[in-house]
């Protein structure tokens, strides 16, 4: 019985990755020919088929995926950010205590520079700034979301002059009174990712930067930038806070981490300047 089982289960199983792949390849072989018979239509078929990946990327795609998400993506804290279009996104590998002002302090004294908010001449910006390849180090960050609003502050560092590739880490501050499973209290939740180049997003088709797969180094940045910078400053490592995992961000990057959580107690930094 449980052999005949294993074969159904097999079997179906089988005929599921068959139809996903089919499905997938599929899509591509219409986009395909969706895009070489606008060539055959002159400049008016270039432009519709523009005209069709944009609203394919920006008004259909996000509106399924904030349907869907809404059903099986969970509403509580499991360590992962969501995109605007309730996507999973960066995985929460970074937390603070401190005060607000001690954030600004720290983060100022450790190179990071506070990203611009995300408003329209910011975002013609940094285009215009990756088109040209011009720095744009206060570019601004794309907006995820935890505890249903977007993060309270980003900060960066740009590699090079080159506004493709930069460090930068969101943070959120946790609300009143709220501990993190297992019990520990902290200020601030970061989520630190470095962007390695600006592509298409594999689940919505929209332009946006691409993340390396290895979050745990860019978390390491940070916090050895933080602590080099601020002496002071405690740190104490929440080993295993979550399993060690791959997995994939809101753009369909790859992401892999340790799973463990630092968290960087800044409190001793105005106790210190005080004293002084």
């Known amino acids: 019985m449980d052999s005949v089982q294993r074969s159904r289960i097999s079997l179906t199983a089988v005929l599921d990755e068959f139809f996903f792949i089919y499905g997938g390849v599929a899509a591509i072989w219409l986009a395909w020919l969706v895009l070489t018979e606008s060539f055959s239509f002159g400049w008016l078929g270039i432009l519709s088929f523009i005209a069709f990946w944009v609203l394919l990327a920006y008004l259909a795609l996000p509106r399924v995926h904030r349907i869907l998400t809404t059903v099986y993506v969970p509403d509580y804290f499991i360590g992962r950010t969501r995109t605007s279009d309730g996507l999973l996104g960066d995985p929460i590998n970074l937390s603070l205590r401190g005060t607000e002002q001690q954030l600004h302090d720290a983060m100022e004294r450790a190179g990071w520079v506070r990203a611009d908010p995300v408003t329209l001449r910011s975002s013609w910006g940094i285009v215009v700034s990756t088109i040209t390849r011009r720095s744009y180090d206060r570019a601004p960050v794309s907006p995820l979301f935890l505890f249903g609003r977007m993060q309270d502050v980003a900060y960066q560092q740009e590699v090079a002059g080159n506004p493709a590739k930069r460090h930068h880490v969101r943070f959120w501050r946790t609300p009143e009174g709220w501990l993190l499973p297992g019990g520990a209290r902290v200020d601030w939740l970061g989520a630190a990712t470095f962007d390695r180049a600006v592509g298409f997003s594999l689940f919505t088709l929209q332009i946006t930067h691409k993340i390396d797969a290895d979050i745990d180094v860019e978390r ?42 630092p968290v960087i107690d800044l409190s001793p930094i105005g106790t210190e300047a005080a004293r002084g």
């Open 220 to 261: 390491d940045h940070v916090v050895a930038t933080v602590q080099r910078a601020n002496p002071a400053a405690r740190l104490e490592v929440l080993s295993d806070f979550s399993t060690g995992y791959h997995s994939r961000n809101g753009g369909g990057d790859t992401i892999r981490t340790d799973g463990d959580l």
